[in-house]
C-alpha cells in the first residue's frame, strides 16, 4: 500500500508518536511524506520514507499530485485544527482528490487508528487493483 502522510507543525509530534505505535504495520507498506514530517517520523521509528519536499513549498502540492493520478491508497492529513483568516485551497483540493480516488483519508488520530488497523486486517486491499503503483499492476502491465 501507499500511505502519504502529511502533519501540520502543530501535529507532527502527534502524528510521531501515532507511526511510532503503529510502526509495525507501517513498515509493511510505502509511506511518502513531506520533508520535515517524514525526517521526524524516520528517526523516531527507523522507517523507510520517501521524504518530498517541505510542505510550504511544494511537498503538499508532490503529495496532491500523486492523489490526483491515483497512485496514493491511504492519506493521513494531519491539519492545523485552528480558525484560519483565508481557505486552506491545497487542502480542499486534496480532500476533493482523495473523494474523486476513493482514497481513504484520516484528519485526525481516531480515523486513522481506524484505518492503520484497517489496513492491517486487509480491508483496503481492493486499492490494490485501482493503484498504477502497486505491485499487483506492476506485475500484470500490458
Known amino acids: ?30 509511506i511518502c511524506a ?13 522507517l523507510e520514507i520517501d521524504q518530498l519536499l ?11 499530485s500523486r ?6 491508497d491511504l492519506l493521513l492529513f494531519f491539519r492545523n485544527t485552528e480558525p484560519r483568516e483565508m481557505p486552506d485551497e491545497i487542502g480542499d483540493y486534496i480532500l476533493r482528490m482523495c473523494d474523486l480516488h476513493d482514497v481513504a483519508v484520516a ?3 481516531a480515523t486513522a487508528e481506524a484505518l492503520i488497523m484497517a489496513v492491517d486486517k486487509g480491508a483496503l486491499d481492493w486499492r490494490e487493483f485501482v493503484n498504477p503503483r502497486s505491485a499487483y499492476n506492476r506485475a500484470h502491465k500490458r
Not at 517541505?54 to 496532491?64: N, T
Open 54 to 64: 517541505p510542505g510550504d513549498i511544494g511537498g503538499v502540492e508532490q503529495i496532491a
Open 34 to 46: 513531506t520533508h520535515i514530517t517524514g525526517k521526524y517520523i524516520s528517526e523516531a521509528t527507523n
Open 67 to 72: 492523489i490526483a493520478y491515483n497512485e496514493i
Open 107 to 109: 484528519t485526525n488520530i
Open 1 to 30: 500500500m501507499e500511505i502519504a502522510i502529511i502533519a501540520d507543525d502543530t501535529k507532527k509530534e502527534i502524528t510521531t508518536h501515532f507511526c511510532i505505535a503503529y510502526s509495525g504495520i507501517l513498515a509493511r507498506h510505502n
